[in-house]
């Protein structure tokens, strides 16, 4: 396989994990916004009408866990996540995209341990039919889901944005001036 059929499939994944991270990104907003909406009537359902429900708040947990861990890719396509750039922001180009690649590396590192730690974990609440404890018991696989899957995701993630900051980190060994 050629250096450019090479850099075509590369390209190709990379678009196909960019659309995936897309996606679940508008999806994980639309989580947020249930989520919201559900609190917001399990408060008001519990304060006019005195009942108190059973699904409310393991519910928007679920959506909150969706929106954090399958979202979090979303937020990395778009270099969203929070930084403390008080140290980079005063490194030269070069320095920066090391540090940043470095730092990349180190969390896909993190998100494939949890991701290869979590398969296992969905598995096996999948096969036994786990549901949660609660009077609404819904099925525990479905969030449980949303740890490997949003790592995974993540990873793949973090893998793009490597290999761009590889590309700009070759950019600045050929123009040292920038």
Not at 26 to 38: H, P
Not at 63 to 68: F, G, I, R, S, W
Not at 133 to 142: N, V, Y
């Amino acid at each position: 396989m050629g250096v450019e059929t090479m850099k075509d499939l590369a390209r190709y994944l990379g678009r196909i994990v960019n659309a995936l991270s897309y996606v679940t990104g508008g999806i994980a907003a639309l989580a947020l916004v249930a989520a919201a909406i559900i609190i917001t009537e399990g408060v008001v359902v519990r304060k006019l009408l005195g009942v108190s429900t059973i699904w409310q708040i393991e519910a928007s947990v679920y959506l909150l866990m969706y929106a954090c861990f399958v979202g979090a890719a979303f937020a990395q396509m778009h270099d969203h996540h929070l930084n403390v750039d008080l140290v980079i922001i005063h490194l030269s180009p070069r320095s920066r995209e090391i540090t940043l690649i470095t730092v990349s590396v180190l969390t896909c590192i993190l998100c494939a341990i949890i991701a290869v730690y979590a398969w296992p974990m969905w598995y096996e609440a999948f096969i036994r039919g786990d549901h949660s404890e609660s009077l609404w018991g819904p099925p525990i696989w479905i969030p449980y889901f949303f740890i490997p899957f949003g790592m995974t995701l993540l990873f793949l993630q973090y893998i793009v944005s490597i290999s761009k900051r590889i590309v700009a980190l070759k950019n600045c060994i050929r123009d040292p001036g920038r």
